[in-house]
């Protein structure tokens, strides 16, 4: 799928909020209501497009720990990389999750209602996991920058 400029612009537009109107956008990037629901037709079905989702400000909750959490897994056993994997998609906690290279093998962002709930979670998750060698948490202050968003022009399409 080849991007012309008006296929950046809206795709940045959808992922600063994909709630305006069809009608917005277009206004936004100088296309008909029409001509911006058949390009994100081609986005969902070229898989470009994966989801639009709603964002909650981390700032509105009452209580809200945010943690970063290192974590480094016994290397030994594939199956062992599975177990843990399929226990961090497992807890609604878990908001990102990365296989990384170095150090550390995953780094977890976890979103929690408080300071007793991460540690219940941290228990559950990481010290009584038989296949966590180590891990470290650290805890957000302020999220200042958060998102998902891919800068259009990185794609190699």
Not at 99 to 110: F, N
């Amino acid at each position: 799928m080849k991007l012309d400029e008006i296929d950046h612009l809206l795709l940045d537009e959808l992922q600063t909020d994909a709630g305006r109107t069809l009608r917005e956008l277009g206004e936004i990037v100088g296309l008909s209501p029409s001509a911006v629901h058949r390009r994100m037709e081609r986005y969902r079905e070229s898989g470009l497009l994966a989801r639009i989702a709603a964002v909650l400000d981390p700032k509105a909750g009452h209580d809200l720990v945010m943690a970063v959490v290192l974590v480094a897994v016994e290397r030994e056993s594939p199956r062992l990389h599975g177990s843990f994997r399929r226990r961090m998609l497992a807890a609604p906690e878990v908001q990102q999750l990365y296989d990384c290279y170095g150090e550390w093998d995953y780094v977890v962002v976890l979103t929690t209602s408080g300071m007793a709930h991460l540690n219940e979670l941290s228990e559950r998750l990481f010290n009584a996991a038989p296949n966590v060698r180590r891990f470290t948490t650290m805890l957000v202050l302020n999220p200042i920058r958060t998102g998902m968003a891919i800068p259009t022009r990185v794609l190699d399409l």
